[in-house]
């Protein structure tokens, strides 16, 4: 059996807050002995309502906060940033993507230097190198060379979705977190940005862990489903598996709750409004 990609096992994550002149601090357990694995290629959905630890969970998946209590390990090496410092190989394994499109560029940095600033941090390429590597994943995300230049604000939401994505591809990680990725995004819109993370998947190999309160975009794009509440997994199972029949009390309830989006029906419509182009463009 290959190693996991990603694993953590019993996860625990404090916040300490509160406290003054006449009262105590306070502990909050955001997580409470979270476990799970994902193999290369696959998709982890972490779905659950607001405040139920999911975003705590990406944030020390991809590095940026240290669990309090548990293992976390990726391609079999036990990673453990309260007491390690981070390689530059370390970075480069686990990339994120956030939910807005429109706060995670710097606006004042143009598109090329967006990509290239991956390449400056993590990696040893010369300049010449930068801009070619960059160059290239702009076509690969559906985007034009002529871009480059550009700045954020001179493109639209989906775009700089695809311009987030091109830049946590640009070290070649490992793994991606996708943190609520096209919850900000139109309709429409959700569903090429998601047809474009399954192309990348496959071409690369990727790893994914998707975080989402939006049920039918994780029918789409899931192979398993972990499901929280209050910082524990109350149920986990591959995704045909979860729909079919959920188990648990909660997983029921917020699939009940959940308004339904039909991505295929989008993808069909965007696949027959894009043939009727090509066939009016076509000489007669």
Not at 234 to 263: G, K, W
Request: some cysteine; charged content about 25%.
């Amino acid at each position: 059996m290959s190693t996991p990609v990603l694993e953590g096992r019993g996860i625990v994550r404090d916040y300490v807050g509160g406290g003054g002149l006449f009262s105590r601090t306070k502990t909050v357990r955001a997580l409470k002995g979270v476990s799970f694995s994902v193999e290369k290629g696959r998709t982890l959905a972490v779905v659950g309502e607001s405040g139920c630890g999911k975003s705590t969970l990406g944030r020390i998946i991809t590095l940026i906060d240290p669990a309090t209590e548990g293992e976390l390990y990726l391609d079999g090496e036990r990673i453990d940033i309260a007491s390690q410092r981070l390689t530059r190989e370390m970075r480069r394994k686990v990339q994120i993507v956030f939910q807005n499109p429109y706060g995670s560029l710097n606006p004042r940095q143009k598109v090329g230097d967006v990509l290239m600033e991956q390449l400056v941090l993590n990696t040893s390429h010369s300049a010449a190198e930068r801009r070619d590597l960059a160059m290239k994943m702009l076509v690969k995300v559906g985007l034009k060379p002529e871009h480059f230049n550009r700045y954020p604000h001179m493109f639209s939401g989906g775009q700089r979705q695809r311009i987030a994505i091109a830049r946590a591809l640009m070290v070649n990680p490992r793994l991606l977190v996708l943190d609520e990725p096209v919850s900000a995004l139109d309709l429409s819109v959700q569903a090429q940005v998601l047809n474009l993370l399954a192309d990348l998947q496959e071409e690369f190999e990727l790893t994914y862990v998707f975080i989402s309160h939006d049920l039918s975009v994780v029918r789409y794009i899931a192979d398993e489903v972990m499901v929280m509440l209050a910082g524990e997994v109350v149920e986990h199972n591959t995704r045909d598996a979860i729909f079919a029949d959920p188990q648990h009390p909660y997983t029921r309830t917020l699939f009940a709750a959940t308004p339904v989006t039909d991505v295929e029906r989008i993808r069909a419509r965007l696949a027959a409004k894009a043939a009727r182009q090509a066939e009016a463009a076509r000489p007669a």
